[in-house]
C-alpha cells in the first residue's frame, strides 16, 4: 500500500475509534444506577451551566442532554426531576439516581461523585449518585470519560450555548 493508502486507512481507523458506542453496564451496575428501573436525572435550574427551563417550560441544558445519553447507554427509561435549590436536591438524595453538581469535598458524606466532565472559572461539574452505589459509580465512572472522549460533552455544552465551559482533562 503507498504512503496516501496508509493515511486514508488511519484516518478511518481513528474514525471509527472515535465513533465506538458507549459503554453497557452490567446487570448488576444498571440495577445500581437505576433501581426502580428508570433513571431518575436530577436537574439543578438555579445554574444555567447544569440545567435551566425555556420559555415553553421544557427542561434543557448539560445535564438533560447527558442524563439521555447515560439513561440510553444503560438502556433504561428516563425521567427528569426539577430543582431550584441545592440544598433540597442534595437533601433529597434518595429520590433521585444521578445529578451534575459542583464537586465539593463536604458533599462526599452524602454523594458519590464521577470524575468531572466539565469545568467553568476551576470549577469541577461532575455527575453525582447519592451515597453507596459503588458498582453504579464505576460504570458512570467510565460513561463519563467515553462522554468526554466522543465529544458528547463538548456537544452538550455546545448545544446548550455555554460560554466560557470546557470539558474537563481526562482522568488519571
Not at 441544558?61 to 447515560?70: A, E, Q, R, W
Not at 442534595?90 to 433521585?96: G, L, S, T
Not at 470549577?123 to 467515553?146: I, M, W
Request: charged share 20%; aromatic share 6%; with cysteine.
Amino acid at each position: 500500500m503507498n504512503r496516501i493508502g496508509h493515511m486514508v486507512a488511519a484516518a478511518a481507523l481513528a474514525g471509527c475509534a472515535a465513533m465506538a458506542p458507549a459503554p453497557v453496564p452490567t446487570q448488576i451496575a444498571k440495577f445500581d444506577l437505576a433501581p426502580s428501573g428508570t433513571l431518575r436525572v436530577a436537574v439543578f435550574t438555579a445554574n444555567p451551566v447544569i440545567g435551566t427551563r425555556d420559555a415553553s417550560g421544557e427542561l434543557r441544558g448539560t445535564t438533560v442532554l447527558l442524563g439521555k445519553d447515560l439513561a440510553a447507554s444503560a438502556g433504561v427509561p428516563v425521567k427528569y426531576v426539577e430543582y431550584t435549590v441545592l440544598a433540597k436536591m442534595v437533601e433529597d438524595a434518595k429520590a433521585w439516581d444521578v445529578a451534575v453538581v459542583a464537586f465539593d469535598p463536604a458533599r462526599r458524606n452524602m454523594l458519590d461523585f464521577a470524575p468531572p466532565h466539565m469545568v467553568m472559572d476551576r470549577v469541577q461539574f461532575c455527575l453525582a449518585l447519592p451515597k453507596g452505589r459503588s458498582n453504579a459509580l464505576d460504570y458512570v465512572g467510565t460513561f463519563v470519560e467515553h462522554a468526554k472522549n466522543s465529544g458528547a460533552v463538548a456537544r452538550a455544552i455546545e448545544q446548550s450555548g455555554l460560554r466560557g465551559v470546557s470539558v474537563a482533562p481526562a482522568a488519571k
